[in-house]
């Protein structure tokens, strides 16, 4: 499945500056990024919708979201802490003025901080 | 607290049995998800529900109780490949984004 494609792949940081990267061919209008940490569930960190960033949830300022289109969301990452080490899923739907829709993940990126 | 509950935590099968696996709400829901996944692997979409009616998908069927603010995934003729980690996730009618329960690990042995 190549209909989102996150990049890159697996990510080793000190205090670097990094940024993530996925882009969904679906023509969904709704795109997230999840952070999971290790034997946790997937939590919900951003959402845009139609380029405009509708849910904020409660993350450190060290991470900054970026949707420079409809298809295109970036995650940018500075001093990054232990606590950040985790698998960062972007996800797409085609939502609705009520409803979420189905989402679909991408296969994710690893960060791992030294 | 956890808005998303599941049951059971973990969920051990002999190849070619049954499952039920349930999922509970604390509140209103427009949508109903449930996902597989392996560890370290992405998250696939199992099935999608918008509303309460049940979802069919080879040998996986969902179905929800509104009135009990349940769902339940059910899994029939288990195979080894089905060992994982499967998790529901609500979508509450006054957000957009899905919440994750903490899942349930399912391991099928011959």
């Known amino acids: 499945n190549t209909k989102i494609t996150q990049s890159p792949r697996y990510l080793i940081l000190g205090r670097a500056n990094k940024s993530l990267e996925c882009e969904q061919h679906l023509g969904h209008n709704a795109m997230y990024w999840y952070k999971q940490s290790a034997e946790k569930p997937p939590e919900l960190m951003f959402l845009?919708?139609?380029?405009?960033?509708?849910r904020n949830e409660t993350v450190p300022s060290r991470f900054i979201p970026e949707c420079p289109d409809s298809s295109k969301l970036l995650l940018h990452i500075s001093a990054v802490d232990p606590e950040d080490s985790a698998v960062y899923f972007c996800?797409?739907?085609?939502?609705?003025?009520?409803?979420?829709?189905?989402?679909?993940f991408g296969e994710g990126s690893k960060l791992t901080v030294l | 607290g956890q808005q998303v509950e599941q049951s059971p935590a973990s969920l051990v099968l002999q190849e070619g049995e049954n499952a039920e696996l349930q999922c509970t709400y604390s509140?209103?829901?427009?949508?109903m998800q449930w996902f597989y996944q392996r560890p370290g692997g992405r998250l696939v979409s199992l099935l999608y529900?918008?509303?309460?009616a049940e979802q069919r998908g080879g040998r996986l069927t969902s179905s929800a109780a509104s009135n009990e603010s349940r769902s339940s995934l059910h899994i029939s003729s288990s195979q080894i490949t089905d060992s994982g980690t499967y998790l529901c996730?609500?979508?509450?009618?006054?957000?957009?984004?899905?919440?994750f329960g903490l899942g349930t690990r399912v391991s099928v042995f011959p």
């Open positions: 509140t209103t829901l427009n949508s």
């Open positions: 996800a797409s739907s085609q939502a609705g003025t009520a409803n979420t829709g189905q989402l679909y």
């Open positions: 845009y919708n139609l380029k405009q960033l509708i």
């Open positions: 529900s918008p509303s309460w």
């Open positions: 996730a609500m979508g509450p009618v006054y957000a957009q984004g899905l919440t």
